[in-house]
């Protein structure tokens, strides 16, 4: 049914039960997120989506684990949809295999809403790192920074990438030419547009700003991520949001002054998912026997995602600090743009306090992606070959990740990926 015309849908009960006045059994994550789906088909009035918004706000629900998976859950299903299966097939095809890396998507992104009005760090990383992973950059325009991420790449001079042209349609032809794609939020998201003046008019941040790392609409196909918060608080309960979610691959920062980002400026607090051996596991012990299948529903399975938690700053990766106010130009997109394509055509100075804050995040999504595991280093023209395999905090090499950083600004790879997708996405007619 068409969602303009579908019949509304009242959510009292549900509203009455997570009043914290009430006596009533509190709702299941299943009946939040259940509720919440409504919104997208438009079958929630405004009084009762504000409601629900608020009630999840107040009541600090929209911070639980569940919650946020069953969500993100909803909200990816009401997505425009991929062919993952075709998807699936053309990533296996093309991914470049290293260390641990096993040449699936992947994503860096930050839920927004620090305060701090940094560089489009996130944006910029994930430029970098396309130039060895395939990349599925999610975001949007800015909602409380000056410049969001899709602000950034629009305002790229002399051709922007045309991010409103790339849809489920055409997914697949972007991938088939370069590693890196950028999936506007509202094309894949059309249900959002229900919301977004409500939210605005609340002027507080809701559980939409958490759902949006966990809602890539090829959310199935991607194998790591590194996804910065803007609260210490939630840094656990999001990488269980994770982990509920599938996630084997990831890890959950926030810099100590509330940054969503990994600071430049002193420690960041890091929550990493990582697959460990079951050892109540009965299959065979081989991992490569990837055969192995069992009618017992409930048996054990071969890893278990344990969630571990360190903190990293930036001498563990080889860098000086820097204070935030270094890298917290609060320009205008097109001024942002600017600086994007000096770092990437490597025209700034190799200690500059924005370019090292760019390589500590990219270094990052490497790390845990698994391309610093390999003990041998074959990146292209440029690379010496000359593996750090120094282990830092959390058992990861991330001096490694900066060299590799480097090489991707260095040797002009990360333009190059960026340049492709420019030219892929502006072969496009924008639906």
Not at 57 to 83: F, L, P, S, Y
Not at 198 to 217: Q, S
Not at 227 to 256: N, Q
Request: proline share 5%.
């Amino acid at each position: 049914m068409d969602a303009e015309l579908a019949p509304c849908i009242s959510i009292a009960p549900l509203l009455k039960q997570l009043d914290s006045r009430s006596s009533e059994a509190k709702p299941t994550a299943g009946e939040i997120a259940l509720a919440l789906s409504h919104i997208f088909t438009n079958q929630l009035s405004p009084i009762q989506t504000t409601a629900l918004l608020t009630y999840l706000h107040v009541t600090g629900r929209d911070h639980e684990a569940d919650i946020i998976a069953k969500c993100a859950e909803r909200m990816r299903d009401a997505a425009t949809q991929v062919d993952k299966k075709a998807l699936r097939e053309l990533v296996r095809a093309r991914g470049r295999k290293e260390g641990g890396y096993r040449g699936g998507l992947c994503d860096i992104v930050g839920t927004g809403g620090d305060g701090h009005s940094t560089f489009n760090i996130s944006t910029t990383a994930s430029i970098l790192a396309s130039s060895l992973l395939l990349l599925s950059k999610h975001g949007n325009r800015a909602s409380s920074s000056t410049s969001g991420s899709a602000d950034l790449l629009l305002s790229i001079l002399p051709i922007a990438p045309k991010i409103t042209a790339v849809n489920n349609h055409n997914l697949l032809r972007i991938y088939a030419k370069t590693n890196y794609a950028f999936l506007f939020a509202p094309t894949f998201h059309p249900g959002m547009k229900h919301v977004a003046p409500i939210r605005k008019e609340l002027g507080f941040r809701t559980i939409f700003n958490l759902l949006g790392p966990l809602a890539n609409p090829v959310e199935s196909v991607i194998e790591a991520r590194v996804v910065g918060v803007a609260e210490g608080a939630l840094g656990y309960d999001y990488a269980e949001a994770l982990r509920l979610s599938g996630a084997k691959k990831a890890m959950v920062v926030c810099g100590t002054e509330e940054l969503d980002e990994i600071s430049c400026a002193g420690s960041t607090n890091c929550w990493r998912l990582v697959e460990r051996p079951n050892p109540q596991f009965r299959g065979p012990k081989d991992e490569a026997d990837e055969d192995y299948t069992t009618s017992d529903d409930d048996a054990p399975p071969r890893t278990l995602v344990k969630i571990e938690k360190f903190q990293l700053g930036p001498s563990d990766f080889g860098l000086p600090q820097h204070a935030l106010s270094d890298v917290s130009p609060g320009k205008l997109p097109h001024q942002n743009a600017e600086i994007l394509l000096r770092l990437l055509r490597n025209e700034m100075p190799r200690e500059d306090p924005i370019l090292h804050f760019v390589l500590m995040n990219t270094a990052a999504l490497f790390v845990i992606a698994g391309v610093c595991d390999a003990n041998t280093s074959d990146m292209g023209y440029g690379d010496d070959g000359k593996v750090i395999d120094e282990m830092g905090p959390g058992g990861g090499r991330w001096k490694e990740g900066i060299r590799r950083a480097r090489w991707a600004v260095e040797s002009g790879e990360a333009l190059r990926s960026l340049m492709e997708f420019i030219h892929i996405s502006n072969s496009f007619d924008t639906q």
